[in-house]
């Protein structure tokens, strides 16, 4: 979750409200410099490096970087005929983006007819997620989507205790899990490895990532499919919860100091427009490129 995206205050899904008298439009738009140095990697190449992007948040939408012209190697952007409207933006033109013999049709695009209150969008280019090698923050790979500034994770120890069964049986009993708190999201509730039947647990091939904690492995519990989840070796910045194991409270039954959990509107994740559909291979080749 973030600004724009699942609960946050300019999605349509907010938790919250902003206490005004007069009701807001429908759809809130939201630019801010980056303030921190991007790169995009595309057929071995940097073929754009700034330290001057902007990020777009709309609704129902993972924000946006937009480059200026000038960070942009000469060369990367061939305009095309194809052109759409923004709904708030307007006019937009697409770019095929060319490195060497790499091509990516419509893998670029620029608002070009924008309204006085857009400005700040002026001369700039976005690079479609899904379709350049990689993005860089410094020397560090971003996954999934530009990172949202305001997506914000806590961990904290508590002695509640936390019950998991399926069926009959105890998967876990615990008086030692860690309380994850993720922007708009209700806790998610991790189980150190002691505390769980382990036996219970099978482990499945399905793989997911998450951009701020890193490649997640699931397992079935009997006929509960996906019923639980660990991250191995996650990102440094949430290494408390490094292999422990969280329960889905709508396919088994967890509680909390006696009373049961459920998933609460909101919580899933689903990939959405401009966010990459990176492979978990991908995702744990980290490293810089040598370009």
């Known amino acids: 979750m973030g600004l724009s995206w699942q609960q946050g205050p300019l999605a349509s899904g907010a938790i919250g409200r902003f206490l005004v008298p007069d009701p807001l439009p429908k759809r809130l738009l939201y630019a801010e410099p980056l303030r921190r140095r991007m790169r995009v990697h595309f057929g071995g190449k940097w073929i754009a490096d700034s330290e001057n992007v902007v990020l777009l948040f709309e609704p129902a939408r993972y924000p946006v970087a937009y480059f200026p012209e000038s960070d942009i190697a000469a060369g990367v952007l061939e305009r095309l005929e194809h052109t759409t409207r923004h709904q708030d933006l307007g006019p937009t033109t697409w770019f095929a983006v060319r490195a060497g013999e790499q091509v990516a049709q419509r893998g670029a695009w620029q608002h070009t007819g924008l309204p006085e209150h857009a400005n700040v969008l002026d001369n700039r280019v976005a690079f479609a997620w899904r379709m350049m090698d990689a993005f860089y923050e410094e020397d560090e790979r971003i996954v999934g989507h530009a990172a949202d500034p305001y997506h914000r994770i806590d961990i904290r120890e508590t002695s509640r205790h936390l019950v ?118 991908e995702v744990q080749l980290r490293e810089r490129p040598s370009a």
């Open 164 to 281: 998991v069964r399926h069926h009959d049986r105890v998967i876990a009993d615990t008086m030692r899990p860690l309380a994850l708190y993720e922007s708009g999201f209700a806790p998610r509730w991790y189980v150190p490895r002691d505390d769980i039947d382990l036996s219970a647990l099978t482990s499945v091939e399905t793989k997911t990532f998450c951009p701020y904690k890193g490649v997640c492995s699931y397992y079935d519990i009997g006929d509960a499919r996906l019923a639980a989840w660990t991250y191995p070796e996650t990102y440094p910045e949430v290494n408390r919860v490094t292999n422990y194991v969280s329960f889905e409270p709508d396919i088994v039954s967890v509680h909390l100091d006696g009373k049961e959990l459920h998933l609460e509107p909101g919580q899933t994740v689903i990939p959405h427009g401009v966010d990459r559909e990176l492979t978990v291979h």
